[in-house]
């Protein structure tokens, strides 16, 4: 997927109290040094286009409506 794509997948509106500060790269360190193993690369990238909020109950529109 792309970024643009990505961006589809979290709920509108958005869950303000959900959705974090963006992500760092000491936060993403830190984050990976307390779990001890890294995250994986797709999931970095969905968090650095948005930190947090509720995912899309109809991702079908990431195929349809753009």
Same mark, same amino acid.
């Given at each position: 997927?792309?970024?643009?794509?990505?961006?589809?997948?979290?709920?509108?509106?958005?869950?303000?109290?959900?959705?974090?500060?963006?992500?760092?790269?000491?936060?993403?360190?830190?984050? =990976?040094? =307390?779990?001890?193993?890294?995250?994986?690369?797709?999931?970095?990238?969905?968090?650095?286009? =948005?930190?947090? @909020?509720?995912? @899309?109950?109809?991702? =079908?529109?990431?195929?349809?409506?753009?």
């Amino acid at each position: 997927m792309t970024e643009s794509e990505l961006k589809y997948i979290w709920s509108v509106p958005k869950y303000l109290s959900y959705v974090h500060p963006e992500l760092t790269p000491e936060i993403l360190e830190q984050a =990976q040094k =307390q779990i001890g193993y890294n995250l994986p690369e797709k999931l970095v990238e969905i968090v650095k286009i =948005q930190n947090g @909020d509720m995912l @899309d109950t109809n991702l =079908q529109r990431l195929f349809t409506n753009r």
